[in-house]
């Protein structure tokens, strides 16, 4: 019985892992091909989840029409976001583009309230937040069917985006870009274009993290805080690699769950919301770069 409720916790914070690192993606993304730490990424996964409840309240439609609109959207707000925000500022020093998502998470989020309101609303999708049946009946674990397709979904979006990037001539010349700047120009690669290409998958990624987590906690202004939990994640997989989020996510989120549950009890609960800094904060002191982040060699 015991070993079943440890399973449980544990298998519950990998699940709960995977969604931290959908989030992390998205800056991952970013970052990689541009050494620009999108702080906005947590304001694109609420304005994600507000736009489609929107769209479903105003007009009326069902999910399934007003996702579609959504993805349209998310893509037309990460290629107004590269050139209306970026573009001007390309060669301008990484403070000063980490300042200017600074602002543009703030200008997201009051534009999202000021189209759709800011009132909590609920997000359902086709699956509901209850324990397996199967996991139950066959091993006697209590396992949440949502984080179940939460998990899947994840899986298929990695998958996608991995083949995305191997396969196809934009994903070449995506690896390009974030390899060498100067080598991809100089080779003929328009660097401007790949920008735009990986800014509107930044928000197809912050689309599928929004779906999920306002289904899971509702679409609210707290939605854009998730973005504060992959932080540790990206210190534990990396900046700039994508399965060094998806290693970072699920070590985050095991570690947070067994901790709140076993270590928890000792210090008085409370422990779920800060551990995973705690984490990362001893992580930094042994291998800052992440567990499959580029080293980097710093001469005196």
């Known amino acids: 019985m015991l070993m079943n409720f440890f399973f449980e916790v544990l298998i519950g914070g990998l699940l709960s892992g995977v969604m931290y690192a959908l989030v992390a993606i998205g ?13 906005a990424q947590g304001a694109m996964v609420y304005f994600a989840a507000l736009t489609c409840v929107g769209v479903m ?8 029409i007003a996702l579609p609109i959504t ?7 990460g290629l107004a976001i590269e050139r209306v925000v970026l573009r001007p500022l390309v060669n301008q020093p990484e403070i000063t583009l980490f300042m200017a998502t600074i602002g ?17 609303r609920k997000l359902e999708l086709p699956i509901e937040d ?15 069917q949502f984080d179940i397709m939460a998990a899947a979904v994840c899986g298929l979006l990695v998958t996608t985006l991995a083949l ?29 274009r790949i920008w735009a290409v990986l800014w509107a998958v930044a928000g197809l990624v912050a689309l599928v993290a929004g779906m999920l987590w306002g289904a899971r ?42 901790a709140e549950v076993y270590i928890g009890p000792i210090v008085g609960g409370g422990i779920e919301g800060w551990f995973p800094y705690v984490l990362a904060l001893l992580f930094l002191l042994v291998r800052p770069e992440g567990l499959f982040g580029e080293k980097i060699i710093r001469r005196i």
Not at 28 to 38: D, H
Not at 176 to 182: E, G, L, S, T
């Open 27 to 39: 800056f991952v993304l970013i970052y990689k091909a541009s050494g620009v730490f999108n702080f």
């Open 57 to 64: 309240d105003k007009l009326g439609a069902s999910l399934w």
């Open 71 to 77: 993805v349209a959207v998310m893509i037309l707000l």
């Open 104 to 120: 543009l998470a703030f200008f997201i989020e009051g534009l999202a309230q000021l189209v759709f309101g800011a009132q909590v």
């Open 130 to 144: 209850v324990p397996s049946q199967y996991l139950m009946d066959n091993y006697n674990i209590l396992v949440s």
């Open 164 to 192: 995305l990037f191997s396969k196809t001539k934009v994903g070449r010349a995506l690896r390009a870009v974030a390899d060498d700047h100067q080598a991809a120009l100089a080779v003929g690669i328009p660097l401007q």
């Open 217 to 258: 906690n509702g679409v609210q202004f707290a939605l854009t805080f998730v973005a504060l939990k992959a932080l540790p994640v990206l210190i534990l997989g990396g900046f700039t690699s994508m399965p060094g989020a998806i290693v970072g996510g699920l070590i985050i989120g095991a570690s947070e769950k067994l």
